[in-house]
């Protein structure tokens, strides 16, 4: 499995919205998300919200347990989805958190994907490579 985001690069001006979809390529029989820990400049952007995507929920299982946590001071950010006991694992490629952003200083960053621990529908580890966007607020 890898890592991609959606757009490939974001911009906005001060006070702007940037929205990044981070996105799994390829994974198969993924059961859950046991930690995406994300790192980015925390004098360029706020981290608003970080939502489920729709990976994890495609086949129509709705009752993805979510934890989050956002620390704006320091510039990271954490979510853990899991599916629901019992229900079978996803394949495919798609978007797992969407991440809602705020501009608020000038430059040029990125938003990075510092660890990732996914496993499968029987607790079997899935390897991913991860990734960064680049971010730029003129």
């Given at each position: ?28 029989n ?5 930690s ?9 952007l ?5 939502l ?20 704006n ?10 599916r ?21 200083g ?33």
């Amino acid at each position: 499995a890898r890592v991609t985001f959606a757009p490939a690069a974001a911009m906005a001006a001060e006070g702007g919205a940037i929205t990044i979809s981070v996105q799994l390529e390829n994974v198969a029989n993924l059961a859950e998300v046991s930690s995406l820990q994300l790192k980015y400049d925390a004098n360029q952007l706020r981290l608003n919200d970080i939502l489920p995507g729709n990976l994890l929920s495609r086949d129509g299982v709705t009752a993805v347990n979510t934890v989050k946590d956002i620390r704006n001071d320091v510039g990271e950010a954490s979510i853990s989805l899991t599916r629901p006991a019992g229900s079978a694992g996803v394949s495919g490629s798609g978007p797992v958190a969407i991440l809602n952003f705020t501009a608020i200083g000038s430059g040029m960053g990125s938003v990075r994907v510092t660890a990732l621990e996914l496993h499968a529908n029987g607790g079997q580890p899935i390897n991913a490579a991860l990734g960064e966007v680049p971010v730029t607020v003129p």
